[in-house]
Every structure is written in C-alpha cells, then in structure tokens.
C-alpha cells in the first residue's frame, strides 16, 4: 500500500511539475512521465489528448497566464485505480484559485483520465 | 447549459436516492434511472457494475447501515461529460462523514463510471 502511495504521489507531482514548467524540454518529459501515452485531460477551460496534445494543451495555459504557478495542496488520495488531489493557483498578487483534479490511473501507473473542476479560494 | 444542468441534477438525485431507497423495487428503478446499463462504481469500501450488481452492492452497504441515510449537498458541479457533487452520512447520531463522488456521464445523460471519496465531517 504505501509503495502504491508514494508511486501515485509521485506521478501527480510530476503532473503538477508539468503545469509549472515553462521550459519545453523540461515540460515534455514530465508530461511523458505524468500520463499514459493516451492519456485525456479535461476542464471547464481547456481539453487534451495524448503526449502531443496535452504538452500544447499546458503551454497554452502557460502562456495565458503569466507571472502565475500552481503550487500543490499536499492532500493526495487515492483507492483502486483512481486518484483526487488539490493545488492552489497562485497569481503575481497571491492565491486566486483553487483547482481539484481527479484521474483514473493507468495500468503503468501514469495519469490516464484527468479531470480538473475549479474552486474559489476559501 | 441549464437544460444539461437540469438533466444531470436529476440524475444525480435519483443516485442518491437510490442509496437511501430501502424497498427493492424502488431502488432497483431509481438504479436504472441512475445509471447507464453498464455502469461502474468503486470506492474505498465497495464496487460493483451493471443494474444488477449496482443494486445488489447498494442493498449491501444499506444493511451495514442500518437506520442511516445519506442526505445532498446540493452541490452538483458538472461540465463536458463530468460531475462532482457531496453528500453527508447521517447516523442514528447525526453526521458522521461525507461523502465526494465523481463521475463520468454516458451519452444519454446517465452515470456510467461513477467514484466515491470519503471525507471526515468539517
């Protein structure tokens, strides 16, 4: 259990390292580390496919909000294949949003369903 | 958009009143109208699939919980083919957790892959 754990947290901190990384050879690989080779994202913003798709899905997200990064809740959750956690959406002048992300893991571990919902700060 | 809205708060209150349906006949109708014919569910404690064994895993959780019920959130957030809304566990004793589910919605609006979280009560 904890070595499900740890590989699962893992794999949504480099998820979340993606969103961040705004050089594109770094951004790549943490995508390919994040998600499955077919791997789908949606929110209520933006939708992606595959390695291809979801690496231009992310630096369009990039280049729409400069100066902003995303910083991660710590509070990682998982059973069976599946997968909830949280981060904070942190602009120039401070936390502006908070993003709640659920996935269906593939069978190598990687993110292979990713859907995001968007809630206020509390 | 409000008509979808509608449509998937409907859905939604059929599922939790499914949950809370101790007559078999009832229930079995609000699982059908819940989910689509070859729906999943899974969380921590249980899974099941299909009608048939949708129903028989909710008739199961009913009988370990005697004289408790689940009351809604009113808090159904959906967008593309998703939806996320709570629900409270109450005991004989009043609330004792509260439950998170998310879900992936079939083409005819129904629930077809459907996964509890379980949160302590705030």
Known sequence: MSTTTNSIT???????????????????????????????YVDPHRSGAGHDGLDTMIA?????????????????????DRVRFSWTLVGPDGPIAVGRDFAIVGA???????????????
Do not use: C, K, M, S
């Not at 901190?13 to 077919?38: P, Q």
């Not at 369009?60 to 069976?80: F, K, S, Y």
């Open 10 to 40: 893992t794999v949504v901190g480099d998820y979340l390292a993606a969103w961040n990384a705004r050089d594109a050879g770094t951004r790549r690989g943490l995508v390919e580390r994040a998600f499955t080779d077919d791997a789908t």
């Open 60 to 80: 369009a997200a990039q280049e729409g909000l400069p100066g902003h990064h995303i910083e991660p809740n710590d509070d990682v959750d998982a059973h069976n």
């Open 108 to 122: 190598d571990g990687r993110l292979q369903d990713v859907t995001g919902f968007v809630d206020p700060v509390a």
